[in-house]
């Protein structure tokens, strides 16, 4: 039982990492119905981003723990933001009146270019961080074989990922931008005639998802220590099938299927073969759409005439 309860906090903290991540992917299709596979690059951005703040506030001599980790989230979310917009005034905005398979496959180009870039530019070792967050909480008895910890880590991924969602759908229901967000997915055309700025809508969109995935690249390099150029290319995609097993264009369902997809690959590591858990993954991604093609929290769509 000991055992089962580490790793459903394993399975529920890495969860939170693919759910900020599948939120980007999720975002963009019920915006303007394109898959954004470049995504999981600015992800990996994102962690390089941050593992040179660190270096940053070290090289400053800011020592205070809060405000170096304040310092740096800031700086990874404005410049991946950065990169995020950018990829959508290329890959993006010059295609979007065209076929449907010209911005799949200027998102898969931008993708190899940002890999690249960061390979060339950072280079294709791994980069490590020392632990900045240590320590956590014993939630097993002190008798028990197994000793289950709750890391003080995992506690801030888990909160800072429920604060993140509750806000962002608060900006969805609550405010102007939610509403000219919404209108441009029902009706793009109908509201850019009604006076939505929908290329500033658009551009916002890809501005906040590539910011929600500059915090997952973060709360990674913090959980892992380690990072290399390829990390966004596995992730995005364990995010992608994250955003379809919840249900494409579904918020809720993209964190959901974070959360499974998370579950699933600690407890098949946990209990089964580690060198399957991907397989594990996928496999239940292929019922899922077997069964209820449009995702557990998914909506059939509605053809407009």
Excluded: C
């Amino acid at each position: 039982m000991d055992y089962f309860l580490q790793q459903l906090i394993n399975g529920v903290t890495l969860g939170a990492i693919y759910g900020l991540i599948a939120i980007g992917y999720t975002m963009v299709y019920g915006i303007i119905g394109m898959i954004n596979f470049a995504h999981g690059d600015i992800y990996m951005l994102g962690a390089f981003i941050s593992l040179i703040g660190f270096l940053l506030m070290g090289v400053l001599g800011i020592t205070y723990l809060p405000l170096a980790l304040l310092l740096v989230l800031l700086l990874a979310m404005l410049f991946t933001a950065v990169y995020g917009w950018t990829v959508e005034r290329l890959a993006y905005r010059p295609l979007r009146g065209s076929f449907k398979l010209a911005p799949l496959i200027s998102a898969i180009g931008m993708s190899i270019v940002l890999q690249n870039f960061a390979q060339v530019s950072q280079g294709a070792r791994v980069k490590p961080l020392p632990p900045i967050i240590q320590g956590g909480i014993e939630l097993s008895a002190a008798t028990a074989d197994y000793h289950v910890t709750l890391s003080y880590l995992q506690m801030v991924i888990v909160a800072v990922t429920v604060a993140l969602m509750a806000g962002f759908s608060w900006l969805i229901t609550g405010t102007r931008l939610g509403r000219a967000q919404r209108a441009t997915e029902q009706d793009m055309t109908m509201a850019a005639l009604l006076g939505v700025d929908v290329d500033r809508v658009v551009s916002l969109t890809f501005v906040i998802g590539a910011s929600l995935a500059a915090v997952a690249g973060f709360m990674v390099t913090l959980y892992y220590g380690v990072i290399d150029f390829y990390i966004g290319f596995v992730a995005g995609m364990k995010a992608f099938t994250a955003a379809v097993l919840g249900g494409i264009g579904s918020l809720p369902g993209a964190m959901l299927g974070g959360l499974l997809i998370g579950l699933i690959e600690a407890f098949w590591s946990g209990y089964f073969s580690i060198e399957y858990k991907d397989v594990a993954a996928f496999s239940i991604l292929v019922l899922v759409l077997v069964f209820r093609p449009t995702g557990l929290l998914g909506k059939p769509e509605v053809e407009k005439v």
